[in-house]
């Protein structure tokens, strides 16, 4: 069984670091919105779409860690949906909104 | 003191697993933001890193091809090697298991327990 101490500071540590890593991954979101936005008008480019699926791989891998397991549950979707030559756009489109929810919810 | 070499290309990543491994086993940790980096660093390192954790997509040099360079270099094949993916699927699982790494851990990693699954699988007690 772990110290409560070592839990206490290793929480305090992570929420330090969600905090100064918060702008990174607003800006990962924002380039997601872009990309199903593009994908939705039927133009979403290669540099893009490559773009987004390492930046939805990335939110994946690291939500998680700091307590978003249900981000890193859609943002595993949105990398599986982006495997695809053509995404499907709807669906890209409404992940991308409850990724953006999961993560930063509105109150 | 045990000491543990991260090789991540994302800073947010290196940055929490270095301190709840600091903080959770108290061993002292070095980090690398590439390949290339991490096997100068390991190499270099006096004492060698007792285990290294790499993740498996980072650019210019992956975790897989890192790990081969690092087998071919007699100062650092024998050190214990964990590799970090984000992928889950199973064909990507197989592919890794092939590799010769000690084990594959899986990103999200939970802070409080990463420190505890690499003593288990190398069967350290302190």
């Known amino acids: ?107 | 003191m045990r000491r543990i070499l991260i090789i991540d290309d994302e800073e947010d990543i290196r940055e929490v697993a270095a301190l709840s491994m600091e903080t959770t086993a108290g061993w002292e940790i070095l980090t690398a933001s590439s390949g290339a980096e991490g096997i100068l660093l390991a190499a270099n390192s006096n004492p060698l890193p007792d285990a290294i954790l790499m993740d498996v997509m980072m650019p210019g040099m992956d975790g897989p091809t890192t790990f081969r360079r690092m087998q071919e270099n007699p100062v650092l094949v024998g050190i214990p090697v964990f590799l970090l993916t984000a992928k889950v699927q199973g064909v990507d699982q197989r592919r890794f298991a092939g590799m010769g790494f000690t084990a594959v851990l899986f990103k999200p990693f939970n802070p409080l327990t990463l420190a505890g699954q690499i003593s288990e699988k190398l069967g350290w007690k302190d």
């Open chain 1, 1 to 107: 069984m772990m110290d409560t101490n070592f839990e206490d500071e290793t929480r305090s540590m992570q929420q330090a670091v969600w905090k100064r890593y918060r702008p990174v991954v607003l800006e990962r979101l924002d380039l997601l919105d872009r990309a199903a936005a593009a994908a939705k008008g039927g133009a979403l480019s290669e540099e893009l779409h490559g773009e987004a699926t390492s930046v939805a791989h990335k939110l994946a891998g690291s939500l998680g860690m700091y307590g978003y397991d249900e981000g890193t549950r859609i943002a595993r979707e949105i990398e599986v949906l982006l495997e695809d030559t053509v995404p499907a756009s709807e669906r890209l489109w409404e992940l991308a909104i409850e990724l953006r929810s999961a993560v930063f919810p509105v109150v």
